[in-house]
């Protein structure tokens, strides 16, 4: 488990595999796809998030995608879309955007059927080939 | 025509005696606050099972957040969901004055495009608007919903002067908690089932349950084009 302490500002992209709590600012991106994310009641974030799981204290301006579950506790705060199979959210906190819950049985469908299209190469193109727009893995970058 | 005719006849399906929360007693105030009093619907189970079919089904909520009904309605209908609080645009309205802009506003609210939203829980939202107000969402609204789309309304029957607006909490497909809060205005004249049905003309009343609440709870279907 790692903790960013409150004093703390990032600004670019951060991801990782172990479990995270942010008490301070992020700004950018936070893709900690296999992992729970916790922003604590500190923390303040502008960024796309992306991770197994969400924990919501503080402050979260940006969308959000889960793969398990999006938990916005009492005073936790998203002005964003949410997209997870499982969303929870307080009494007292505050949400503004839309929340997508697609099954897990027709997310894992549609990465299928995206997965298949991007096996069939267009023609003149080879399979695998890497499309010009995919995400790159990176690596953290902080500070800016 | 005569659907709506057929349909009105279950205008007084009045239902049984309002239902008491769960049996737990409670021990202290903070439990009997929880614990609040759940009452029927009829109109909601027919609303979700209308959207069952659909795929990752697009719902729009005009009521104020509610968690306890953003996890229902995703466990229940796999959806995407998209809050859009309009008693918070009345408030807004009341606040600066500018209530005779809100036919106006509703026209132009809404970002989603027409024809792409499979259900709307308008709740009770029309009761607190007057006439021009109300017909504008109406008809945005209306051109909202795509053809076969669902709509849930609810009416109040009863003379209300208190400055509230309800909170309906989902229990189940079959009952509601109603939440009470401040309004910056009370609702406005009762709407008459005619009246009602002018608000959505580009839409066919399915069902219709008067309450023992005093609240009208009624369905409204997108026609399909004739092909």
């Known amino acids: 488990m790692v903790n960013i302490g409150k004093s703390v500002v990032i600004k670019g992209e951060l991801s990782g595999s172990e479990d995270l709590t942010i008490e301070g600012h992020v700004e950018g991106r936070i893709d900690l796809k296999g992992n729970v994310l916790t922003i604590g009641p500190n923390g303040k974030i502008k960024a796309e998030v992306f991770a197994k799981s969400v924990v919501v204290l503080g402050e979260v301006t940006g969308n959000v995608t889960a793969s398990e579950k999006v938990d916005i506790r009492d005073n936790g705060s998203v002005d964003g879309d949410i997209a997870s199979p499982r969303v929870a959210i307080a009494e007292g906190a505050h949400f503004r955007g839309s929340v997508d819950m697609q099954r897990a049985g027709q997310q894992k469908n549609q990465q299928q059927q995206q997965q298949k299209a991007a096996a069939t190469p267009p023609q003149g193109q080879q399979p695998n080939q890497p499309q010009q727009n995919q995400p790159q893995p990176q690596g953290q970058r902080v500070g800016a | ?227």
């Open chain 2, 1 to 227: 025509m005569a659907e709506t005719t057929r349909s009105l006849t279950d205008l007084f399906g009045i239902l049984g005696s309002r239902r008491d929360s769960d049996a737990a007693p409670a021990a202290d105030a903070s439990v009997a606050n929880v614990a609040e009093a759940a009452y029927p619907t009829k109109a909601l189970h027919k609303f979700i099972a209308s959207l069952q079919g659909a795929d990752n089904p697009l719902l729009l909520d005009l009521g104020p957040v509610v968690g306890s009904n953003v996890t229902f309605f995703g466990e229940q209908l796999g959806c995407r969901l998209r809050v859009e609080d309009i008693a918070k645009d009345i408030d807004r309205h009341v606040k600066d004055g500018t209530l005779d802009q809100l036919p106006e506003f509703f026209a132009k609210r809404f970002t989603q495009a027409p024809g792409t939203v499979d259900g709307i829980l308008c709740w009770d939202v029309l009761d607190y608007l007057e006439r021009p107000a109300a017909q504008a969402l109406g008809t945005a609204l209306s051109r909202l919903l795509r053809p076969d789309g669902c709509l849930l309304g609810f009416f109040s029957t009863a003379d209300h002067r208190e400055a509230i607006y309800t909170k309906y909490v989902v229990v189940d497909g079959n009952a509601l908690r109603y939440r009470t809060y401040p309004a910056s205005r009370p609702r406005q004249r009762s709407l008459l089932n005619g009246d009602i049905i002018k608000l959505f003309k580009d839409l066919r009343v399915t069902d219709s349950f008067l309450m023992k609440s005093k609240l009208r709870e009624m369905l409204f279907r997108k026609p399909a084009p004739r092909t």
